[in-house]
């Protein structure tokens, strides 16, 4: 791990070169996923079904065949041991009552003329949901995508998830059930992405795509924006760590384990004031590392993009963090609330020494899509939100044409757009009478 402190003449540098992480432009992959994805939109489902039995080397004859029924993912829940079943649907629970919170209502008032403006708020008629598959079981990415989506009223989430060599994942398909998820088709890649977006005879096209994939999931996403939505293009997973040196060492090198074993390109930092702490935490690291089931991808992370960083004091150290703007950040600190203010950008806050972030990963509630590689500092968490859309509502009296119709008139005519100020204009007649 790279260790920097504050003092030191070059930090922001040193700072901004620890945080610098660009992943490189792939031109055979993303003229692979062009090449998908418009024979996707060109041959619908018969390309899908080629590209499934290519690269998962699932052979079928009809869409319908990888689709799985609802009654299947109600077994898939049905059938888990109790204690995974109940930990499944508290998180799940646990997930929908945040969400619910986060509901947008609609809105009008009305001025003094009578002239009602407002805003009305509805959902997205139908998203699409990419879950991983294969050996990759991520039942709360399922959670995390479809809860808010059907929190928000969304009325049909379809979820794409390739099965390998018909390799089943039963507890994303448990959590599919647990998530209300209306379809579930066994596809995956880049091809999925292009059914969701352009739709297909058997794959309804949807408004908006969500969750994550790999290089050519991700990519596809990225070509396909515009034709649909999509959450976000997500880099490397992050944790930031501040603490005031009084929280158990392991605690802090297990959480620091708990990110930097998603993948090599994962960032784990640790901001401190207390040199002796940040030491302690290092030997923490070096002794409990031998010891991981992901050791070797763990310490490849570390060694790249792990960093210990000194500090004067705790605010020192916020002003560090909003510049990293990390996607996770732990404030384990005896008064996180008095710290919190400071905060300006960050995914999800976690507050408090027994705040673990894997927490906020399966079942605080909040949702674990979170904005990454800084882009914290202008976006936010998925949430209801995401899944909603807002519509100006309008309706100006007589009167009110009447008052502001002249300030449009003006206005236009300023901007040259004759026809604009004369539909204004046509309202200001007669309105003498109201």
């Not at 908006?208 to 990225?222: H, S």
Request: glycine share 8%; charged share 25%; aromatic share 6%.
């Amino acid at each position: 791990m790279r260790e920097l402190d504050s003092r030191q003449a070059d930090f922001d540098q040193a700072l901004t070169d620890l945080l610098q992480f660009q992943e490189a432009a792939n031109k055979a992959v993303h003229q692979t996923v062009e090449e998908i994805l418009a024979d996707v939109k060109d041959r619908g489902d018969q390309a899908v079904l080629d590209y499934t039995a290519k690269f998962d080397h699932l052979h079928a004859e009809t869409i319908d065949a990888l689709e799985i029924s609802p009654q299947r993912l109600q077994d898939a829940l049905n059938v888990l041991p109790e204690e995974q079943r109940e930990a499944l649907v508290k998180s799940a629970e646990r997930v929908r009552l945040y969400h619910e919170r986060q509901l947008l209502s609609s809105w009008e008032y009305t001025e003094a003329d009578g002239t009602q403006l407002g805003q009305q708020v509805t959902p997205l008629d139908r998203v699409g949901l990419y879950v991983p598959g294969g050996k990759a079981a991520y039942p709360s990415s399922v959670l995390m995508n479809a809860i808010p989506a059907k929190v928000a009223g969304v009325e049909e989430v379809i979820m794409v998830v390739p099965t390998p060599k018909g390799e089943v994942n039963p507890l994303v398909f448990a959590a599919a059930a647990a998530s209300c998820v209306d379809r579930v088709f066994t596809i995956g890649g880049a091809q999925a992405v292009g059914a969701l977006a352009y739709g297909t005879h058997a794959i309804p096209r949807v408004d908006k795509i969500v969750g994550p994939g790999n290089i050519y999931v991700a990519t596809a996403k990225r070509v396909v924006f515009g034709e649909v939505g999509i959450d976000m293009i997500a880099g490397p997973s992050e944790i930031c760590v501040v603490c005031d040196g009084k929280t158990d060492p392991d605690w802090i090198a297990m959480d620091l384990f708990s990110q930097a074993e998603h993948d090599e390109d994962a960032q784990s930092i640790l901001i401190s004031p207390d040199a002796e702490f940040l030491a302690r935490v290092k030997a923490s690291i070096a002794r409990l590392l031998p010891g991981m089931e992901r050791r070797t991808i763990i310490e490849a992370s570390l060694q790249q993009r792990g960093g210990l960083i000194k500090v004067d004091n705790l605010q020192e150290a916020a002003r560090v963090t909003n510049k990293i703007a990390p996607e996770h950040l732990e404030l384990s600190v005896e008064k996180p609330r008095e710290l919190l203010p400071m905060i300006r950008h960050a995914g999800a806050i976690f507050m408090g020494r027994y705040t673990a972030e894997a927490l906020g990963d399966y079942c605080a509630g909040p949702n674990h899509v979170l904005p990454t590689s800084g882009t914290a500092r202008f976006s936010s968490p998925l949430g209801t939100y995401d899944f909603q859309k807002r519509s100006s509502i309008i309706e100006v009296s007589a009167k009110g044409a009447a008052d502001i119709g002249r300030y449009a008139s003006i206005m236009a005519r300023g901007e040259g757009l004759t026809a604009h100020a004369r539909s204004a204009e046509y309202r200001l007649q007669g309105d003498s009478d109201d």
